[in-house]
């Protein structure tokens, strides 16, 4: 069984920081690309990173090009998110995803308010 469990999130000013982490089990890991969505309150899902297997390639919505860095650790079985001068228009509920575009595969999400 797929699990994913998000963890980071929280409440940070505008302009700041947060890291999240996805640890995933269930699964080989390691053989999959991995992605990140996220979904503001009264909005869709709205996918925001993704990254090969093993790291070869990574890509970004536009809407946070420059700002968030994909990343992860095969070791560990962990997916991250960096996520830097934020803004609260990133506010929302931020998923791991194993298939961004089959829901049954994101983990719980872990919620991201960016307020002052």
């Known amino acids: 069984e797929v699990q994913l469990v998000e963890s980071g999130g929280g409440l940070v000013q505008p302009g700041g920081s947060l890291r999240l982490s996805c640890a995933a089990s269930g699964f080989t890991f390691s053989g999959y690309s991995m992605s990140w969505v996220r979904q503001a309150p009264g909005k869709g899902p709205e996918w925001v990173a993704s990254?090969?297997?093993?790291?070869?390639?990574?890509r970004y919505a536009d809407s946070v090009k420059g700002r968030f860095t994909i990343s992860r650790d095969n070791a560990k079985n962990t997916l991250y998110l960096q996520m830097n001068s934020l803004k609260p228009e990133d506010s929302a509920v931020y998923y791991c995803a194993k298939d961004s575009s089959d829901k049954s595969t994101w983990g719980q999400g872990t919620q991201v308010t960016v307020s002052s």
């Open positions: 990254i090969g297997s093993y790291s070869g390639w990574r």
